[in-house]
């Protein structure tokens, strides 16, 4: 599975950014699609996640509200909306294939994608 996210850019607080995340691959539907980022001097952080179906969705406790994941699986393609973003939401942000049982964090993840930068100013 290769996976290339976009959407990032620079974006004042309280604005919005879709991330988008194509991915390659027959593999494409066995895996739980998530997003992760990582800020400058901090370790990667699990940010969501998506189940196969899309019926389950998982989230960081602290950004439940803001964020929302979908996939479409015809398209091969998961998206993250990105709502009131906040200065500390500034990160490299990850599309990542997470694979089943494996565990939403880094160590659960088997492939990842470059990462795509996403700058909110206060």
């Known amino acids: 599975v290769q996976l290339q996210a976009s959407g990032g850019g620079l974006v004042q607080a309280g604005g919005s950014l879709r991330l988008s995340c194509e991915a390659s691959?027959?593999?494409?539907?066995?895996?739980?699609m998530g997003w992760f980022r990582q800020a400058p001097g901090k370790e990667r952080e699990f940010v969501t996640a998506?189940?196969?179906?899309?019926?389950?969705?998982y989230y960081a406790d602290s950004l439940k509200g803001r964020f929302t994941i979908s996939r479409d699986n015809a398209k091969n393609t998961v998206y993250l909306q990105m709502n009131s973003l906040k200065a500390e939401d500034t990160a490299v942000y990850y599309c990542?294939?997470?694979?089943?049982?494996?565990?939403?964090?880094?160590?659960?993840?088997?492939?990842w994608g470059k990462g795509t930068q996403v700058t909110v100013s206060s």
């Open positions: 990542a294939a997470v694979r089943v049982g494996g565990g939403l964090s880094p160590s659960g993840v088997d492939y």
């Open positions: 998506i189940s196969w179906t899309g019926v389950r969705q």
């Open positions: 691959g027959r593999a494409f539907s066995t895996y739980i």
